[in-house]
């Protein structure tokens, strides 16, 4: 306080004037603290609590403030200088008295194992008279609290015999704060520091210092066990005849790996569970959650339960191992704690908040991969939870939400769905998380189906080579024959060896019957023709064919041959002996030739240039591209029947 005119001024001064003494250490003349400064602007003093102006100035120690901008307070002085103010430096150093005002008297609250329903000590005390030079605390009705030969007493006024008494470690110190008992007028909704002054008691245990003397951060107890209690022994069910229900989430953060040939999937993930334990209470909760915390040691002396990894390889449960977490979730509303608790605090119900425990894992999975239609399949994994803290009749696992917060796309596989249920068929309860992966097929397009489709094209390309160059054509057919079933064997070796085939399995093989077909037929188009011209000429109708069309010339060597086509010979037309077997050798051979010409004109329809199959090769155009399209509508609708609506790519 500062006051605010001569007639507080004096008052002030004879007040305590008689603690003057005490309150400088005899060291100087100043002796109380009056609550101004001119620190914002030198010579002009104001309140430090309003801020505002002091509008009456009391008498100075000579011409008045004389300390510039190095002594920015204000005290009283005693001695030579009676009730007079003088400025000085604001040091720590310096302890004096401060006068308070107070619109109403200050009710000082007692608390701790003192004050219990039966306790012979008031709860509640006010300033009394003085007693060997210092206040006394009176009570509100059967026990005082007062200084005798150097110590705090508390004594009951019922029975004069039962007191409590604290010796402080020097004098001037006041029973105010936290001793044997805490005293301080800190009410409802606020703490006292050990030194006595008053905070909120949201701010205890907050991680932010607010006590000078740090008693805030100290002691930060969250849980209140009971005595008897039991780590092996589950809590209670809320509601009495029914399981003890534990929520279970998961948040699947990642998959660092899926291994298609092992059959296996590695997963990293952070399963939560959640119950309440009416057993317990719990003190100063938060609103935020990382500040209900439970240390290594509060988690080790409650009870929590035990789940077994069921599907996973090697023998895993969840633990209270590093990074594990054990947190007081707040929910229901805080009560004040008890009087003979001994310092204030919010008590929150066990049955009205929970308990939640986390921990980071990371586990390998074997999963049934169905690989029918690779590259264009989808996998469900499942993730299997038991609960073995008891059978499924004293406790079961509740599903929750399912979460997978890693990256969508991974290199192999597009991560979709995840669904979470529950089964208690069996003697324990089971949380089963299933997760969809959608293999990405993009990467087989381009290794695989396009090169493919290039390949049958070279293949089906040779029936448009030059008709002549057979060679050519089948070298191109086999060539494209040896690469893709080169890789079908490379692709064949990097999957999983299944009994059943692969749609991909399905893909090759087909593709390669097509280049087989163009082979087939190339051969088919060069040979065909020539057998079937062998075969005519050896057959009885291609020989009677030959003698009826050729010429037939009746000879012998004294038998004359006369033309009767034409008007008679003369003489020069008359052949004779030799010359008619001459003529006649040559007649019949020209007309063998003429007759070949004639077979070769109407052949010449059907074949090309040495006797090469048109009529076969230009069927073969239409019916392998036909063969081809119809494969792949069917093909590909089955495939894309198996990607739709899944946005994978």
């Known amino acids: 306080m500062v006051p605010a005119n001569e007639e507080e001024n004096r008052w002030l001064y004879n007040t305590t004037k008689d603690i003057a003494f005490d309150c400088s250490g005899g060291v100087s003349s100043a002796y109380l603290w009056l609550g101004a400064t001119d620190e ?8 430090i609590s309003s801020g505002r102006p002091l509008e009456w100035q009391g008498p100075w120690r000579g011409a008045g403030p004389n300390g510039g901008n190095e002594e920015n307070c204000l005290v009283m002085l005693t ?10 430096a604001c040091l720590d150093t310096y302890s004096f008295c401060v006068p308070c005002e107070f619109s109403r008297p200050a009710t000082i609250f ?16 006010y300033l009394g008279d003085e007693r060997e030079g210092v206040p006394s605390l009176v009570g509100f009705f059967h026990s005082d609290i007062f200084m005798k030969n150097e110590t705090w007493i508390m004594q009951s006024l019922k029975d004069p015999t039962v007191t409590a008494w604290w010796t402080p470690a020097k004098d001037g110190l006041y029973p105010f704060g936290t001793r044997q008992w805490t005293l301080g007028i800190c009410g409802e909704g606020e703490f006292t520091c050990a030194d006595g002054i008053c905070i909120d008691l ?38 009495p005849g029914e399981p003890l229900r534990i929520a279970f989430d998961v948040n699947v953060i990642a998959f660092p790996n899926i291994a298609t040939q092992d059959l296996t999937f590695t997963a990293t993930l952070l399963p939560t569970l959640r119950w309440q334990d009416t057993r317990l209470n719990f003190l100063n909760l938060k609103a935020d959650r990382t500040l209900n915390l439970l240390s290594r040691e509060a988690s080790a002396s409650i009870w929590t339960p035990r789940v077994f990894f069921s599907n996973a390889q090697g023998n895993l ?39 939640e425990m986390s921990q980071l894992y990371t586990a390998t999975y074997s999963c049934d991969f169905l690989l029918a239609m690779f590259p264009f399949d989808s996998q469900e994994c499942s993730l299997n939870f038991t609960l073995v803290s008891a059978a499924s009749t004293y406790m079961v696992l509740e599903p929750g939400l399912s979460l997978y917060s890693g990256p969508t796309f991974l290199i192999e596989y597009q991560i979709g769905t995840t669904t979470i249920s529950s089964s208690n068929e069996g003697e324990f309860s089971v949380i089963q998380v299933k997760v969809r992966f959608y293999r990405r097929y993009t990467f087989y397009l381009l290794t695989l189906y396009i090169p493919t489709v290039l390949l049958i094209l070279i293949a089906y390309a040779t029936f448009f080579f030059n008709p002549d160059d057979f060679n050519s054509r089948v070298v191109v057919a086999v060539t494209s024959l040896l690469v893709l079933t080169s890789l079908l064997t490379q692709t064949s070796n990097a999957l999983l060896k299944t009994s059943y085939f692969k749609l991909i399995d399905i893909w090759l ?9 163009v082979i087939l037929l190339q051969t088919l188009v060069n040979f065909s023709v020539q057998k079937t011209r062998s075969n005519t000429a050896d057959s009885f109708i291609g020989r009677l064919v030959n003698r009826i069309t050729g010429p037939r010339v009746l000879a012998s060597k004294n038998t004359r041959v006369i033309n009767i086509a034409g008007p008679p010979r003369s003489s020069s037309s008359i052949v004779w002996g030799d010359e008619v077997s001459k003529t006649s050798t040559r007649t019949i051979r020209g007309g063998q030739e003429e007759g070949k010409k004639t077979r070769d004109t109407a052949d010449l329809k059907d074949e090309g240039p040495d006797g090469v199959n048109m009529a076969l090769m230009v069927k073969s155009r239409i019916v392998v591209p036909l063969i081809y399209l119809v494969f792949n509508l069917c093909y590909w609708g089955v495939a894309f029947r198996c990607v739709e609506g899944k946005g994978v790519i």
């Not at 245990?205 to 005595?227: G, K, T």
């Open 40 to 47: 914002g602007v030198e010579g002009q003093w104001a309140s």
């Open 317 to 355: 449960f969840t633990n209270l191992g590093e990074g594990s977490r054990v947190e007081c979730v707040r929910e229901g509303p805080p009560t004040p704690g008890a009087p003979s608790l001994p310092e204030e605090v919010n008590v929150f119900k066990g049955h009205e908040n929970s308990l």
């Open 509 to 517: 093989f087909v593709s390669i019957v097509i280049i087989f077909l």
């Open 202 to 239: 949201d701010k205890r245990c907050d991680l932010r210092v607010d006590c000078l003397d740090q008693s805030d951060e100290m002691a930060c107890s969250l849980v209140d066990i009971p005595v008897g209690y039991r780590t092996f022994i589950p809590p209670p069910p809320p509601v």
């Open 79 to 88: 001695g030579k200088f009676p009730g007079r103010w003088s400025d000085i």
């Open 110 to 125: 007692l608390k701790g194992p003192a004050v219990c329903s039966s306790s012979p000590f008031n709860h509640q005390y």
